[in-house]
């Protein structure tokens, strides 16, 4: 049994005022280039870290759901005044270009020419990761998603030089988040967990980061929701549950949710976090069936008393849908995606790497079903 993750975290409230030290004496850069998006701009959180960096060369130009050519062009930038640290600063998105930029920073070409696993010839630049959102995971996992623009496909880039040297996740970095943020990527990392935990390569180790992250990220999801400036125990749970949550699928996988929310990313740019709680009850319904036993396991650590498996991994299930309901996530129906669009969707989402490590077997055709059952 393989358990791999060897950032060094600095986790708590107030961490991020130590960012400076951490640069000077731990990693020992000098010329380091900040990466993050305009919504962190706007959102004065950049304020917050730049006392800390006099000077420091600035990357705000990542979109949502990341694209190749973005990363191309800022990589060819870049090269004129090569950096010796990537500092990735805010959701999924700024995280997973950061990684990306680290890896250009030292090897030639395009990204699209390193989707895969350790297709790097030399060791990517160190990578310095800050989340700003409870969801993404990336501050602790060895893999970077972007879109490839022309295939309109999201590009897995992984490797074990890709973790984060160090990841500072300070949890009132997200006291500021507005509503809608906290449920989507609250319920990214919620599912991030289930998944671990069912997928076929889950180890003991990730049950174990899993089975804890799920009792956090429920118990402390609506108090954040509800007031996250105030409820300074649930920004911490869950900003502590989308970490460990990230140390369970990062050592074994996620399964068929990520794999249409993925598909539906690339192809129309919808919210990672919205696409996966949208999809969660309903693949977690397809599969039920090879499940049940470990799913009412779950439901069992998580205060559901049935004594019936199949009816205790039944109620799981409707928490989870009555939850996103009352984090206001819309249903599949609110995207406005055609079901003229469901055969191209379930084609990716079958071609997906992680389809193999869903707990039931999965065809196009069951990816079909899914997205039917979803949208009635
Ligand atoms: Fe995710």
New binding site residues.
């Given amino acids: 049994m393989l358990f791999h993750m060897p950032a060094r975290l600095y986790f708590g409230s107030g961490e991020i005022n130590h960012l400076s030290v951490i640069i000077d004496e731990y990693l020992k850069a000098k010329n380091p280039v900040l990466v993050t998006d305009k919504g962190i701009v706007h959102s004065g959180l950049l304020e917050k870290v730049l006392p800390q960096l006099p000077g420091i060369k600035i990357v705000d130009e990542i979109e949502a759901n990341p694209k190749s050519d973005t990363i191309n062009k800022i990589a060819r930038e870049m090269h004129r005044h090569p950096p010796d640290l990537v500092i990735g600063l805010g959701g ?1 998105s700024p995280l997973d270009a950061g990684k990306a930029l680290a890896l250009l920073g030292t090897n030639n070409g395009n990204i699209e020419d390193y989707e895969g696993k350790e297709k790097y010839k030399k060791d990517p630049l160190p990578f310095l990761a800050i989340p700003t959102t409870c ?3 990336s501050e602790v996992t060895w893999v970077s998603v972007i879109t490839d623009v022309n295939r309109k496909f999201k590009m897995s880039i992984k490797g074990p030089k890709l973790y984060p040297a160090v990841s500072i996740i300070d949890p009132d970095l997200i006291k500021t988040l507005p509503q809608s943020i906290i449920a989507s990527t609250g319920l ?2 919620l ?2 967990a289930v998944e671990a935990y069912l997928s076929k390569p889950a180890t003991f180790i990730t049950d174990h980061h899993a089975v804890k992250a799920v009792q956090l990220i429920l118990g402390a999801i609506e108090g954040a929701y509800e007031d996250i400036k105030t409820h300074h125990t649930d920004r911490e749970n869950l900003m502590f549950g989308s970490t460990i949550a990230g140390f369970a ?1 990062g050592n074994s996988d ?1 399964t068929a949710v ?1 794999c249409i ?1 993925e598909s539906i990313g690339a192809l129309y740019d919808i919210p ?2 919205v696409a ?1 709680s949208i999809f969660l009850p309903h693949v977690l319904s397809y599969n039920l069936p090879a499940c049940f036993e470990k799913m009412a396991t779950l439901a069992r650590q998580v205060g559901i008393k049935h004594a019936d498996d199949r009816a205790a991994a039944g109620e799981l299930i409707q928490l989870i849908k009555a939850l996103s309901n009352r984090l206001g996530i819309p249903v599949f129906k609110d995207l406005k995606i055609g079901k003229d669009q469901f055969e191209k969707i379930a084609g990716m989402s079958f071609e997906n790497n992680s389809t193999p490590s869903n707990p039931r077997k999965l065809q196009k055709e069951d990816y079909l079903e899914i997205l039917e059952n979803a949208y009635e």
Avoid: L, P
Wanted: proline fraction near 0%; hydrophobic fraction near 20%.
């Fill in positions: 999924g969801g993404t995971g990214d990392a599912t991030h699928f996620v990520h929310s990672h976090g996966n």
